[in-house]
């Protein structure tokens, strides 16, 4: 049986965690900076998990991760 390909844009935005959940980082951290508060912009520096209804369809679209 092939292997079965992952899903190039999530393997850029996901990383697997040692419980089986997903890392994701906040998104409007790249460009645009100027009129978000630094308070917004240190809170969006921090990685977060996804929800846990999301987690099945990161885990098909990353099948070896």
Not at 21 to 35: M, Q, V, Y
Request: charged share 30%; hydrophobic share 30%; net charge positive.
């Amino acid at each position: 049986m092939p292997k079965m390909k992952s899903n190039s844009g999530a393997k850029k935005r996901f990383r697997k965690t040692g419980g089986g959940g997903f890392k994701r980082h906040a998104s409007h951290r790249s460009h645009i900076l100027t009129k978000k508060s630094t308070k917004r912009k240190r809170h969006l520096r921090h990685a977060t998990l996804i929800a846990k209804v999301d987690t099945q369809m990161v885990r098909r679209m990353l099948p070896y991760a």
